[in-house]
């Protein structure tokens, strides 16, 4: 089927076969590899992408589904001269160690952080059980969504 | 100097490799594609134990894009040979183990749920999977084997094989074990099962096979921990292609736990298929085959007594354990019952007779091995649970009992009576910072405080202790292990004055691009930008044995240290001649040659570019500054350490909250504390995992009940509290770097710290892990 989709800020015209999942337009049509697959049950979250800017498991969106939205992608959100502020405190708490996960957890650390005022730690733990980290026991992913989280508190002036 | 105080060793540098992995640049193996490439689907048993009668691809050949359809039968017709065990143990009869052929795919018979027998390749991912969902197995069910507790009385699985009894090992002196339990004023009994894991690492094994006709290279990218090896193997034993026709590629790798050091079928299937159809061949696995057919870990069933004398000091300890190997002996699964498990039964103590028999048994499950701590885990686990119900039986403070046993640092060197000699230690340095961190005064007061809500509180200790950095090669070979245990560096100072540096360990998130530039760049007073670390390529890197027991620092670090020595010596002779000065009077610091006691120096930068430009250069030096070393240890290291885990178990609901958890550990020298602190986090987190959640369960049938993330318990954030970490230190005595390991602390000390609060919590000797809601409700009730 013939689809538009904006990705990362471009429009896309894509031609692909209906059942396609958003996760393997995204990883094999467009070649965005940052987003990953890490199970087959929608469980752990390394599909994490933004859909019109909330997080969805994109494991789970049939890409019919996202024609016409915005899909964000870990490769669209900075760079690694001006990165995003959860990715470079993930950098600075040692939030990641094999970085398997790591796209999915920034992706719905910052639809957490940006959609829930005054998160404490429980809060951010609870926020964000639908992602897997097998590495860091994550203390220190909490370390870093505390510390970026008043940057991106809804009004505090980033994206 | 201010470059080496924010850089060298024991400054919390920031990773170099985030900046790909937090950016979405990282590579992994499913990342990787080639021109041509069509895709596997493996067919496998849904049987735990069967004969394969026929099998019918004809449908399956029929179908749009389908390329081949491949059988265990014909792969054994082009010759290649089975999946070796690469530890062979002895038995207590001085016999060898007995091991079963372990095909790669399955031809006669398949022997657990999950196993290989064939592949299909089509054009894409879903022509291959429904193509495979078309081909005809006729098989005849046999009886499986699951319990490994009832294995040697079973139907035997494997021809040969009788009682389906690998082996029956045994260490330490038995009479003198038993004649000391008979003597003693005290002897506490305890069985204990250990808990089947699944490692599940996030990114799920994958491979991508490909075959250059015209040169006769393969090339394997694939989720390895240790591709030299994996290319030994597949060249000398399964013999897919020749070592030098073979490269060998584990690019990023999403975590490895252990389960990514062996040598699995279907890297073996893809680069055979590869030449078979003349096309790359890629296989990436769902993550219900990673549960199936990554190799598992922990299964074993043991019971332990523990004799004392009078004052409380252990006299004896002995322990029979059944291990369950699972269907085949894995690349070490051999290895991980015996010398990593019954090595480290002396724990912190002084005990002094100890005596250990293991049966390893095949059962019709997914091959056990190596899974983060191997064989210490299961080790620490029996101490410290015996210890902490013999404190119970006796009346006594936990902590005294341990303290009262523990080898003092006035004993080092300490020879065990388990084969070990510790070589240094302050065991009660890291018990008591742990015991002030946790504030143990006030447990009691806490308890009270709990219990006002409803909620048992518990404490729990484990001072363990294990063995890293397994060596030294002479002895591993002796004692069975097929390959060396050294690691090789290679340093090439490029003419610009900016370093490459080559390792044979490699980082599946343990962070070695910067741990390892912080090693080299301070020896060469050089920033850390100035230095690469490549790893991960057998084209590009010389040999290696890869990383997996907490050995890379110990190991490899200290192969580019013996490297990095013969580079400031050669640079020492070049800057001698430039210098015009003997040898002996230059001195190497802090980046610059200088002639002693002058003011005539040379920067490393400006001898590495004459080592490379020789104009004003010694006639008897070969021009170039490269260096590469082999770095065999002279011993184990043997970080140890305090762990104390407190839990709330509700009375009416029998969840346990993990409320707190300190870890103290003697790592040795520490080159990063934010990377060792996040090594113990995650170690922990699984630890807890093993204590709370995580159990791989058979059914009576070899049907696999926790084969999703549906049913298998991982941690989650929210099922973790915060961890509090610290370290003490006694360098390790024996390696240039002074350092231990600490890749699988925390997965040792943190079971038996957890199930040691819940039965005191609980008031019971013994929940069997994990102590989940309701086996903790069933023990509240006394059921």
């Given at each position: 089927?013939?689809?538009?989709?904006?990705?990362?800020?471009?429009?896309?015209?894509?031609?692909?076969?209906?059942?396609?999942?958003?996760?393997?337009?995204?990883?094999?049509?467009?070649?965005?590899?940052?987003?990953?697959?890490g199970?087959?049950?929608?469980?752990c979250?390394?599909?994490?992408?933004?859909?019109?800017?909330?997080?969805?498991?994109?494991?789970?969106?049939?890409?019919?589904?996202?024609?016409?939205?915005?899909?964000?992608?870990?490769?669209?959100?900075?760079?690694?001269?001006?990165?995003?502020?959860?990715?470079?405190?993930f950098?600075?708490h040692h939030a990641l160690q094999c970085g398997f996960c790591t796209?999915?957890m920034?992706?719905?650390?910052?639809?957490?952080?940006?959609?829930?005022?005054?998160?404490?730690?429980?809060?951010?733990r609870?926020?964000l059980?639908?992602n897997f980290c097998r590495c860091t026991g994550y203390h220190n992913i909490v370390d870093a969504?505390?510390?970026?989280?008043?940057?991106?508190?809804?009004?505090?002036?980033?994206? | 100097?201010?470059?080496?105080?924010?850089?060298?060793?024991?400054?919390?540098?920031?990773r170099?490799e985030d900046?790909?992995f937090?950016?979405?640049?990282?590579?992994?193996?499913?990342?990787?594609?080639?021109?041509?490439?069509?895709?596997?689907?493996?067919?496998?048993?849904?049987?735990?134990?069967?004969?394969?009668?026929?099998?019918?691809?004809?449908?399956?050949?029929?179908?749009?894009?389908?390329?081949?359809?491949?059988?265990?039968?014909?792969?054994?017709?082009?010759?290649?040979?089975?999946?070796?065990?690469?530890?062979?143990?002895?038995?207590?009869?001085?016999?060898?183990?007995?091991?079963?052929?372990?095909?790669?795919?399955?031809?006669?018979?398949?022997?657990?749920?999950?196993?290989?027998?064939?592949?299909?390749?089509?054009?894409?991912?879903?022509?291959?999977?429904?193509?495979?969902?078309?081909?005809?197995?006729?098989?005849?069910?046999?009886?499986?084997?699951?319990?490994?507790?009832?294995?040697?009385?079973?139907?035997?699985?494997?021809?040969?094989?009788?009682?389906?009894?690998?082996?029956?090992?045994?260490?330490?002196?038995?009479?003198?074990?038993?004649?000391?339990?008979?003597?003693?004023?005290?002897?506490?009994?305890?069985?204990?099962?250990?808990?089947?894991l699944?490692p599940n690492a996030m990114e799920?094994?994958?491979?991508?096979?490909?075959?250059?006709?015209?040169?006769?290279?393969?090339?394997?990218?694939?989720?390895?921990q240790?591709?030299?090896?994996?290319?030994?193997?597949?060249?000398?034993?399964?013999?897919?292609?020749?070592?030098?026709?073979?490269?060998?590629?584990?690019?990023?790798v999403g975590g490895g736990f252990g389960s990514k050091?062996?040598?699995?079928?279907?890297?073996?299937?893809?680069?055979?298929?590869?030449?078979?159809?003349?096309?790359?061949?890629?296989?990436?696995?769902?993550?219900?085959?990673?549960?199936?057919?990554?190799?598992?870990g922990?299964?074993?069933?043991?019971?332990?007594?523990?004799?004392?004398?009078?004052?409380?000091?252990?006299?004896?300890?002995?322990?029979?354990?059944?291990?369950?190997?699972?269907?085949?002996?894995?690349?070490?699964?051999?290895?991980?019952?015996?010398?990593?498990?019954?090595?480290?039964?002396?724990?912190?103590?002084?005990?002094?007779?100890?005596?250990?028999?293991?049966?390893?048994?095949?059962?019709?499950?997914?091959?056990?091995?190596?899974y983060r701590g191997a064989?210490r885990p299961?080790?620490?686990?029996?101490?410290?649970?015996?210890?902490?119900?013999?404190?119970?039986?006796?009346?006594?403070?936990?902590?005294?009992?341990?303290?009262?046993?523990?080898?003092?640092?006035?004993?080092?060197?300490?020879?065990?009576?388990?084969?070990?000699?510790?070589?240094?230690?302050?065991?009660?340095?890291?018990?008591?910072?742990?015991?002030?961190?946790?504030?143990?005064?006030?447990?009691?007061?806490?308890?009270?405080?709990?219990?006002?809500?409803?909620?048992?509180?518990?404490?729990?200790?484990?001072?363990?202790?294990e063995?890293c950095?397994?060596?030294?090669?002479?002895?591993?070979?002796?004692?069975?292990?097929?390959?060396?245990?050294?690691?090789?560096?290679?340093?090439?100072?490029?003419?610009?004055?900016?370093?490459?540096?080559?390792?044979?360990?490699?980082s599946h998130g343990q962070g070695h691009?910067t741990t390892?530039?912080?090693?080299?760049?301070?020896?060469?007073?050089?920033?850390?930008?100035?230095?690469?670390?490549?790893?991960?390529?057998?084209?590009?890197?010389?040999?290696?044995?890869?990383t997996y027991g907490s050995?890379s620092?110990?190991?490899?670090?200290?192969?580019?240290?013996?490297?990095?020595?013969?580079?400031?010596?050669?640079?020492?002779?070049?800057?001698?001649?430039?210098?015009?000065?003997?040898?002996?009077?230059?001195?190497?610091?802090?980046?610059?040659?200088?002639?002693?006691?002058?003011?005539?120096?040379?920067?490393?930068?400006?001898?590495?570019?004459?080592?490379?430009?020789?104009?004003?250069?010694?006639?008897?030096?070969?021009?170039?500054?490269?260096?590469?070393?082999?770095?065999?240890?002279?011993?184990?290291?043997?970080p140890?350490g305090?762990h104390?885990?407190?839990?709330?178990?509700?009375?009416?609901?029998?969840?346990?909250?993990l409320?707190?958890f300190?870890a103290?550990d003697?790592f040795?020298?520490?080159?990063n504390p934010l990377i060792v602190h996040g090594q113990v986090h995650g170690g922990v987190a699984q630890g807890v995992g093993q204590a709370l959640m995580e159990?791989?369960?058979?059914?009576?049938?070899?049907?696999?009940?926790?084969?999703?993330?549906?049913?298998?318990?991982m941690p989650r954030a929210?099922d973790l509290p915060d961890f509090r970490v610290?370290t003490?230190?006694?360098?390790?005595?024996?390696?240039?770097?002074?350092?231990?390991g600490c890749g699988e602390a925390g997965a040792i000390g943190s079971p038996?710290a957890v199930?040691?609060?819940?039965?005191?919590?609980?008031?019971?000797?013994?929940?069997?892990?994990?102590?989940?809601?309701?086996?903790?409700?069933?023990?509240?009730?006394?059921?």
């Amino acid at each position: 089927m013939k689809l538009k989709l904006t990705v990362n800020g471009t429009l896309r015209e894509l031609d692909v076969p209906a059942n396609s999942l958003l996760v393997d337009v995204i990883r094999e049509h467009l070649q965005l590899t940052g987003t990953h697959v890490g199970c087959d049950t929608s469980q752990c979250g390394a599909c994490t992408v933004h859909l019109d800017g909330r997080a969805v498991k994109s494991c789970t969106v049939l890409v019919a589904q996202a024609a016409g939205a915005e899909v964000t992608t870990i490769e669209g959100i900075g760079s690694t001269d001006a990165l995003h502020p959860m990715q470079a405190a993930f950098r600075e708490h040692h939030a990641l160690q094999c970085g398997f996960c790591t796209p999915g957890m920034i992706m719905a650390a910052i639809d957490l952080v940006q959609n829930h005022a005054d998160l404490d730690r429980r809060a951010v733990r609870e926020g964000l059980e639908g992602n897997f980290c097998r590495c860091t026991g994550y203390h220190n992913i909490v370390d870093a969504v505390m510390a970026a989280a008043p940057q991106l508190a809804k009004g505090a002036g980033h994206g | 100097m201010a470059e080496a105080v924010s850089t060298g060793i024991g400054a919390p540098v920031r990773r170099k490799e985030d900046l790909r992995f937090i950016t979405g640049a990282g590579r992994y193996t499913d990342d990787i594609n080639q021109p041509g490439q069509v895709y596997a689907v493996f067919l496998r048993s849904p049987y735990a134990r069967a004969r394969i009668d026929a099998i019918d691809a004809t449908d399956a050949l029929a179908m749009p894009g389908v390329l081949a359809v491949l059988t265990g039968k014909d792969m054994a017709g082009d010759g290649l040979g089975d999946l070796p065990c690469g530890w062979l143990v002895k038995q207590k009869d001085g016999s060898d183990m007995v091991s079963a052929p372990h095909p790669p795919l399955a031809h006669d018979v398949v022997n657990y749920v999950g196993e290989p027998y064939g592949l299909v390749i089509a054009e894409t991912l879903q022509a291959a999977g429904q193509a495979a969902e078309s081909v005809q197995t006729e098989f005849t069910e046999l009886h499986a084997v699951v319990d490994p507790a009832r294995a040697m009385e079973s139907e035997d699985i494997h021809a040969g094989v009788v009682g389906n009894l690998a082996y029956d090992w045994a260490l330490g002196e038995q009479e003198a074990t038993e004649q000391a339990l008979a003597a003693a004023a005290h002897v506490t009994r305890l069985d204990l099962t250990n808990n089947r894991l699944i490692p599940n690492a996030m990114e799920p094994r994958a491979a991508l096979g490909v075959y250059e006709q015209a040169s006769g290279e393969h090339v394997l990218y694939t989720t390895s921990q240790n591709p030299h090896l994996e290319r030994l193997v597949l060249a000398a034993f399964v013999q897919v292609a020749p070592e030098h026709k073979l490269r060998v590629v584990a690019p990023d790798v999403g975590g490895g736990f252990g389960s990514k050091i062996f040598v699995y079928a279907e890297e073996t299937a893809v680069i055979w298929a590869a030449r078979k159809v003349g096309r790359p061949v890629k296989w990436t696995a769902e993550r219900a085959e990673s549960f199936l057919a990554d190799a598992h870990g922990r299964d074993h069933v043991t019971r332990a007594e523990l004799g004392l004398d009078a004052d409380g000091r252990f006299v004896a300890l002995k322990v029979a354990t059944t291990a369950n190997l699972g269907a085949y002996l894995s690349t070490f699964g051999s290895s991980i019952p015996t010398y990593l498990y019954g090595t480290l039964l002396a724990g912190q103590y002084k005990t002094p007779n100890i005596f250990v028999e293991v049966h390893g048994v095949y059962t019709n499950t997914a091959p056990v091995d190596a899974y983060r701590g191997a064989g210490r885990p299961e080790a620490t686990y029996v101490v410290e649970r015996i210890v902490e119900t013999a404190a119970r039986e006796l009346g006594r403070d936990p902590v005294e009992l341990r303290r009262i046993n523990m080898i003092q640092p006035r004993d080092f060197p300490y020879e065990t009576p388990v084969a070990l000699t510790y070589d240094t230690g302050d065991y009660e340095a890291s018990l008591n910072k742990a015991l002030e961190m946790i504030d143990y005064q006030g447990f009691a007061e806490r308890k009270a405080a709990a219990a006002k809500q409803g909620k048992r509180r518990g404490i729990g200790f484990a001072c363990y202790i294990e063995a890293c950095g397994l060596a030294p090669s002479k002895l591993a070979i002796q004692l069975g292990a097929g390959v060396g245990l050294y690691e090789s560096g290679e340093i090439r100072v490029n003419p610009t004055g900016n370093v490459t540096v080559f390792t044979g360990s490699h980082s599946h998130g343990q962070g070695h691009e910067t741990t390892f530039a912080q090693v080299v760049a301070e020896r060469f007073g050089i920033g850390i930008d100035d230095v690469e670390v490549v790893h991960g390529d057998t084209g590009r890197v010389e040999f290696g044995l890869g990383t997996y027991g907490s050995r890379s620092l110990a190991v490899g670090g200290s192969a580019l240290v013996k490297a990095a020595e013969k580079i400031v010596d050669k640079g020492r002779r070049i800057a001698a001649h430039m210098l015009e000065a003997d040898p002996g009077e230059i001195d190497f610091d802090a980046g610059q040659f200088k002639v002693r006691d002058s003011n005539r120096t040379l920067s490393f930068g400006e001898v590495a570019f004459a080592a490379y430009v020789p104009s004003n250069y010694p006639e008897d030096l070969e021009p170039g500054l490269s260096e590469k070393a082999f770095y065999d240890p002279t011993n184990f290291t043997y970080p140890a350490g305090t762990h104390i885990a407190e839990v709330e178990v509700d009375e009416q609901t029998g969840v346990v909250s993990l409320v707190d958890f300190v870890a103290v550990d003697d790592f040795g020298t520490v080159v990063n504390p934010l990377i060792v602190h996040g090594q113990v986090h995650g170690g922990v987190a699984q630890g807890v995992g093993q204590a709370l959640m995580e159990h791989g369960i058979y059914d009576e049938f070899g049907q696999l009940q926790t084969g999703s993330y549906m049913d298998y318990w991982m941690p989650r954030a929210d099922d973790l509290p915060d961890f509090r970490v610290d370290t003490t230190v006694t360098p390790c005595t024996h390696n240039p770097l002074g350092v231990k390991g600490c890749g699988e602390a925390g997965a040792i000390g943190s079971p038996a710290a957890v199930m040691n609060a819940v039965t005191d919590a609980l008031g019971v000797n013994e929940v069997s892990m994990p102590a989940t809601p309701e086996k903790v409700w069933r023990a509240l009730k006394g059921q």
